[in-house]
């Protein structure tokens, strides 16, 4: 009699794994997508490939996204440097958009505010002004904007009221109005009549019976003349997650993952993952708020734009991070017993890259390069080219 043997097939599917650099979890290589190491608010999008990783998980690309790199945008020392970048790169012919810049919360109480709303106060390039109020976060206090979270979920309302100057430059205005708020859960609501123009066509919404006691409300406070309070928040820690976060990010991208062990690494890695009664790590470096030296300031960055430097230090690779030479942070990124020597010889005395957002640009140069530059000692070309487009038309403004 013969048996009929049923065969079973199996198959084993292997799914293919990858370690997060952030998290340094083991995920389904699926779970991973693009990162860019350096910040695309920062211009990391113009960067090259090398600076970016696909080692990064999903959840931390988005989380660490949203809560470390948005609380370093939205502090307000950054969120109005990174403004000004787009002020001094500024041509009414190129035009593409100015931002309202964050004056902080003021100490208006418009009708029927809640007690778990704040009314923000922004300025346009042309003195134009936003009233924006939404909802206040105790956790994120400091956020120019508000948790980026909360904003997304939660509808909120932001008046806007035209300036004098706005008149003699309409399409400034209308351009920043249009990209003020673009993309947020936020009904926009025009406070001033506008002739020859329909607010709707750029989002605005119509004004409710509530909205018309508030614009009233608005109007009165403004023409009195009366003195406007804001009280800026500031967060004294809200740079070391994020400065962490690039140290890491950078570290890998340059020198593989033995940079992210060590001693050194595990203290960055408390950094990122910082909660905020934990204990200080003991990263070396120095931040924005805590500036003694002025060397790095003054000199490891350029007048309208974000500038990263490497810089072979005593034991370590220093990473400095510097906007417009006006605010300067550096930090331990990796430790020399974790590299090879021609890793750290490959540097050579530090390299730097500039990159400037509003344009679009990203240089790549020595240290060297960048101090001689800066000390009028030598010429960049790159760099003499965009140094021109500074700054040629603040008078634009002060003679409207
Ligand atoms: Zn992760």
Same mark, same amino acid.
């Given at each position: 009699m013969? =048996?009929?043997?049923?065969?079973?097939?199996?198959? %084993? %599917? @292997?799914?293919?794994?990858?370690?997060?650099?952030?998290?340094?979890?083991?995920? #389904?290589? +699926?779970?991973?997508? /693009? #990162?860019?190491?350096?910040?695309? %608010? /920062?211009?990391?999008?113009? +960067?090259? *490939?090398?600076?970016? =990783?696909? *080692?990064?998980?999903? *959840?931390? &690309?988005?989380? /660490?996204? /949203? !809560?470390?790199? +948005? +609380? %370093? @945008?939205? *502090? !307000?020392?950054? !969120?109005?440097?990174? &403004? #000004?970048?787009a002020y001094s790169l500024f041509s009414p012919t190129l035009f593409s958009g100015l931002p309202f810049r964050c004056m902080g919360i003021s100490d208006l109480s418009p009708p029927k505010m809640k007690d778990d709303e704040a009314c923000e106060y922004w300025l346009g390039p042309l003195g134009e002004q936003v009233f924006w109020i939404r909802p206040h976060d105790e956790q994120k206090y400091w956020y120019s904007g508000g948790n980026p979270r909360t904003v997304k979920k939660i509808r909120s309302r932001a008046y806007f009221m035209f300036s004098e100057r706005t008149l003699k430059a309409p399409q400034i205005s209308w351009n920043a109005f249009k990209d003020a708020f673009c993309g947020k859960k936020v009904d926009k609501i025009m406070c001033t009549q506008v002739q020859g123009a329909d607010p709707k066509s750029i989002g605005f919404t119509d004004a409710t019976e509530l909205d018309k006691e508030r614009i009233e409300y608005f109007h009165s406070y403004c023409s009195n003349g009366q003195e406007l309070k804001n009280r800026v928040a500031m967060y004294l820690d809200f740079d070391v997650r994020f400065l962490a976060k690039l140290a890491l990010g950078i570290a890998y991208v340059f020198f593989g993952k033995s940079a992210l062990l060590g001693g050194e690494a595990e203290e960055l890695y408390k950094a990122l993952w910082m909660k905020p009664d934990d204990p200080k790590p003991k990263i070396k470096g120095a931040g924005a708020h805590n500036q003694s030296d002025h060397f790095l300031k003054e000199h490891c960055g350029i007048d309208y734009g974000t500038t990263i430097s490497l810089i072979p230090a005593n034991g370590f690779v220093a990473l400095n991070l510097n906007i417009n030479r006006k605010l300067n942070w550096v930090i331990s990124c990796a430790d020399f017993k974790q590299l090879k020597q021609c890793q750290i010889d490959s540097l050579g005395l530090g390299k730097s890259f500039v990159l400037i957002k509003p344009l679009s640009k990203f240089v790549e140069l020595k240290l060297e390069e960048l101090l001689a530059f800066n000390g009028g000692i030598s010429n960049i070309e790159e760099l003499n080219v965009i140094s021109g487009q500074v700054n040629q038309h603040r008078d634009f403004f002060k003679n409207l």
């Open positions: 013969m =048996t009929r043997m049923r065969v079973i097939q199996v198959i %084993f %599917f @292997e799914v293919k794994m990858n370690n997060c650099i952030y998290c340094r979890q083991d995920k #389904e290589v +699926a779970k991973f997508s /693009l #990162e860019h190491v350096i910040p695309q %608010f /920062l211009g990391g999008s113009q +960067a090259p *490939d090398y600076l970016k =990783t696909r *080692d990064v998980c999903k *959840d931390c &690309n988005s989380n /660490l996204g /949203l !809560f470390v790199d +948005a +609380a %370093f @945008e939205k *502090d !307000f020392m950054v !969120f109005n440097q990174l &403004n #000004e970048t």
